[in-house]
């Protein structure tokens, strides 16, 4: 997506203001500037139970919950029983950017919100023979969503037309669809694979217009740009676990996942035209993007018992090997860069008593845990951390059940509010972005009665 990076790096670094203070709601799950290059903002994989201990989740292992980030947890389904989540997540999102005078000097701060609500995952997962299980999900994986306006900064073109300015828009979303089988090969040790099946529409726009007129004689029509991004592909993905205790009283796993990446190779629909009386075309072309999805690789460990429940999870991407030549020159000497990223998470469980027949808040699990890793691209070469703490409830549905009504809460944030100095001297600020994301999710555990023919009607 290279001519839109460029364009859009230029109102990331080079804006004056964020447009539109008040907050606003909207079904798009991304309200980010950062979304305006390459996929957009990715979403946080995983069940809402994972997301509540941080998106922990790897080396998770149950008979009676989803696995929706290792394909080798499938084998972990129970005979004669069945597996189904779904989950949907609110967020208010702040964006803030301190704004810089020509002269260099603080002038003030730019602020804007917006809410969104929508669906996270659909999930399920099935036994096919004893140790053998499928699963499938339908979760997002990447949110585009922003409305900028930055200033045209040329003295010469300030001198010979006026006061330029430009607006950058752009709004959708990719979905994953994931499909696998997990296989325990001997006791206490499955592999998984599954196929990964990407599609979705993002729509980039922006608009170029003379605010004020300073040679006073013609006239200027603004320049009007569409791009639209059809991405439809597919990936794989592998993954291990062990079980290094496993027996009534507790279990230890750890486990694995790669996966492989390669190219998105999105279809790329690009017109521009003059907003004139006959709205005159001046380009309409069709290609190819070179975006790539990255390498990953996920290693991670999960302590479950009565009470208890705890794990650790690390995560390698390699966004910046063969997206590198992604890598272009934008407005002002500033450059958007892919970059590897390292993202560590852990979370914790507690359920003071599963059996506790007298006592309902007893059999509730309360879940807390944190999430902190590298944003995937850099502006100029500076890199940006993003971070969040999570919380959830899980409330059991009956007794001796596993099916549960799940609730959380996510405050996290990502960017700056440090300056940069672009080519011309002038120092911009970056933004800062901090959100809350409120979630629920349905956990249901089909059991052996499900699969069981009565004998009388």
Known sequence: MKNIELLAAAAVLAVVSISGASAQ??????????????VGELSTQGSLPMRSL?????????????????????????????????????????????????????AGLAKNAKNS???????????L???LGLGFSLTPYSSVGYNMTSTEQSEDIWGEIGRVQYNYTGEGDITEV????????????????????????????????????????????????????????????????????????????????????????????????????????????????????PEQWTGGIFYQDARFAAGFDYVFQNWGGKNSKLEEPVFGGMKVSYVNTSTFKAGFEYTPNRFDVRHYYNRMSYRVGARYGGYYQSFNGQKMDQYAVTFGIGFPVKFLGASAVDFGIEY??????????????????????????????????????????????
Not at 117 to 127: D, K, L, V, Y
Not at 225 to 242: P, R
Not at 419 to 447: C, D, H, P, W
């Open 25 to 38: 709601t909207s079904s798009t799950n991304a309200f980010s500037p950062y979304s305006m290059f390459g």
């Open 54 to 106: 941080g998106g922990v989740g790897v080396a998770w292992r149950s008979a009676s919950m989803a696995s929706l980030l290792n394909p080798a947890g499938y084998s972990a389904t129970m005979q004669k029983s069945f597996i189904f989540n779904f989950g949907v997540e609110g967020a208010h999102i702040n964006n803030a950017q301190r704004k810089y005078g020509a002269d260099g000097a603080y």
């Open 117 to 127: 609500i929508n669906f996270h995952e659909i999930s399920f997962q099935m036994p």
């Open 129 to 131: 023979t004893k140790g």
């Open 178 to 293: 994931k499909l696998g089988v997990g296989w325990e090969i001997f006791k206490n040790f499955s592999l998984g694979v599954a196929g990964m099946y990407y599609w979705g529409d993002i729509d980039r726009a922006y608009t170029s217009f003379v605010k004020n007129d300073v040679v006073g004689v013609g006239s200027y029509s603004p320049t009007i740009g569409n791009d639209n991004y059809s991405v439809s592909n597919f990936k794989f993905q592998a993954g291990i676990q062990y079980s290094v205790i496993a027996n009534d009283k507790r279990l230890l796993t750890l486990g694995a996942t790669y996966d492989m990446g390669g190219s998105l190779r999105p279809k790329v629909t690009k017109n521009v035209y003059n907003n004139d009386l006959n709205s005159t075309t001046v380009i309409n072309e069709g290609s190819r993007s070179e975006i790539r999805l």
């Open 412 to 457: 996290g944030g990502r960017g700056t509010s440090r300056s940069l100095t672009n080519s011309l001297g002038q120092r911009v600020g970056l933004i800062k972005q901090q959100y809350i994301k409120f979630a629920i999710g349905i956990s249901m555990f089909g059991e052996d009665y499900w699969f069981v023919r009565p004998k009388y009607d």
